[in-house]
């Protein structure tokens, strides 16, 4: 895959690749205990980008899916990895899914909730990280429940413990890695939704980049690099998205 000079000109017109990280998403990214420095497959993807392009790679570090969102709407950054929603697409070229994940409720062991579709009822309090998919997901599709919001997703359960809250809502690994910290929560079974998880850029630069930017995700998946990124980080409840179907 040759990227013409022009398409490299409208992805960077800093000079380098401005790559939003959200650090909010596990699955997509984390950071090094070692050296402090973000991790993960997301971070893989730019830098392959990077180099695709052949120009230098800034990460610009956000912890939390809305601000990160934000910084390529506002053109802060010039790629960014996000789920696919029709809100956020009114600004963001998105290319096809890389990586699929779950998102769980989580409640308490006494709760009388059993399924998902329990959830949606008068009077439950249900909290998300502020801007992430899961917001803008429970934003359109609870009717009653009211949708309480947490500052940042690795905040949602801390919200919900303080708060007393009926459900927490997110990625289900960071759910479950909160369930290890904190007795007495229980997952509900199954998912109430599968976040597409893509990467984006903003629509001012043009249908070339995005068409770019979609054909290096589709050889990113075809290529194994995304499962063995997955394999290599320790990721696991994530799979690799099935290609998009060609036109």
Do not use: W
Request: proline letters at 5%; one cysteine or more.
């Amino acid at each position: 895959m040759t990227i013409a000079p022009a398409i490299v000109q409208a992805f960077t017109p800093k000079g380098v690749l401005r790559a939003s990280i959200n650090l909010g998403n596990p699955i997509l990214a984390n950071t090094d205990k070692a050296t402090g420095a973000p991790v993960g497959v997301s971070v893989d993807l730019a830098r392959a980008f990077a180099e695709r392009l052949g120009v230098a790679l800034e990460l610009v570090v956000f912890d939390a899916a809305g601000k990160s969102v934000e910084a390529v709407a506002n053109e802060q950054a010039d790629i960014g990895f996000f789920a696919i929603d029709p809100v956020r697409g009114a600004q963001i070229a998105f290319t096809e899914a890389y990586v699929l994940i779950e998102g769980s409720y989580l409640v308490r062991e006494h709760s009388p909730l059993r399924r998902n579709e329990e959830v949606d009822q008068e009077g439950l309090r249900v909290t998300v990280g502020k801007g992430s998919a899961y917001d803008l997901y429970l934003t359109r599709e609870l009717k009653n429940a009211q949708i309480v919001r947490a500052p940042t997703s690795p905040a949602v359960v801390q919200t919900f413990l303080e708060q007393n809250l009926d459900v927490a809502a997110g990625v289900k690994q960071q759910l479950e890695s909160d369930i290890r910290a904190h007795a007495g929560l229980r997952l509900l079974p199954g998912r109430f939704m599968v976040i597409r998880q893509a990467m984006g850029t903003p629509r001012t630069r043009g249908a070339d980049a995005a068409q770019a930017l979609c054909q290096f995700v589709e050889e990113m998946k075809s290529s194994g690099f995304v499962s063995d990124a997955l394999r290599r980080h320790g990721i696991q409840g994530a799979s690799v998205a099935p290609g998009a179907n060609p036109a």
